[in-house]
């Protein structure tokens, strides 16, 4: 089955610093790879994906990532980081039979 | 326009008692989905349903729990029986294909069971 791994727990940057949020994937076949945000008593809200063509994908609030092949990877970022970025974080992959599998979720928290 | 939207927003039953969740997805999305978020993890796939038939329901822990989506459109999560161990999250998705489309999710159904 397709997996994704998060190997943070938290991340903590200062605002206005870039933030990077990490994702790894292991998967058979072509990677379907997500990222989704999810603040406080909320559900989960689409950021950005990796389907195919460029590696670096741009999405929602100025988030963007980069897929790396060699290195399994789908790291999230943000050139500046704004203190309403705080919040859970999920990367995610399209497993075959077309459900999400989710990563375990890092916790962003960007000081003033 | 209008999101996923799930009913009640929280649910607070008895063990042993029966539950029903709502969830009413984004118009015209053919493909929805269940998930269950316990605290501190990250969202687990229960079944997807693509039009009016469950396509993959291997996420479901026991036969406790069934759902339907009998015109289509809305779905229902049911449980029986309620465990302790059922507390959680559960959150709905709808995407208009499967496969490559965005799932789209609702605010969720905090479930407690005393």
């Known amino acids: 089955a397709q997996s994704v791994a998060q190997p943070e727990d938290q991340v903590n940057v200062a605002e206005g610093n870039p933030l990077t949020v990490k994702c790894t994937y292991s998967?058979?076949?072509?990677?379907?790879l997500f990222w989704y945000v999810q603040y406080p008593n909320r559900g989960l809200q689409f950021l950005l994906k990796y389907i195919t063509g460029d590696n670096l994908v741009k999405g929602s609030y100025g988030f963007e990532a980069e897929f790396n092949k060699s290195q399994t990877s789908f790291h999230l970022k943000k050139p500046s980081a704004l203190v309403s970025d705080s919040a859970l974080y999920f990367c995610?992959?399209?497993?075959?039979?077309?459900?999400?599998?989710f990563g375990a979720g890092t916790r962003l928290t960007v000081k003033p | 326009g209008a999101g996923v939207s799930q009913t009640p927003s929280n649910k607070v039953t008895e063990k042993g008692k029966y539950v029903e969740l709502r969830c009413d997805p984004i118009?015209?999305?053919?493909?929805l989905y269940w998930y269950r978020q316990s605290l501190g993890q990250g969202p687990e796939f229960l079944i997807y349903?693509?039009?009016?038939?469950?396509?993959?329901d291997s996420g479901l822990p026991n036969d406790r729990f069934f759902a339907v989506r009998p015109e289509g459109s809305v779905s229902t999560l049911k449980i029986q029986r309620t465990e302790r161990g059922d507390s959680a999250v559960y959150l709905c998705?709808?995407?208009?294909?499967?496969?490559?489309?965005?799932?789209?999710f609702g605010p969720g159904t905090r479930l407690t069971v005393l």
């Open positions: 998705a709808s995407s208009a294909r499967p496969t490559t489309d965005t799932q789209y």
């Open positions: 995610a992959v399209r497993d075959i039979g077309n459900d999400m599998r």
């Open positions: 998967v058979s076949g072509n990677p379907y």
């Open positions: 118009s015209g999305h053919t493909a």
């Open positions: 349903f693509q039009g009016t038939g469950a396509a993959d």
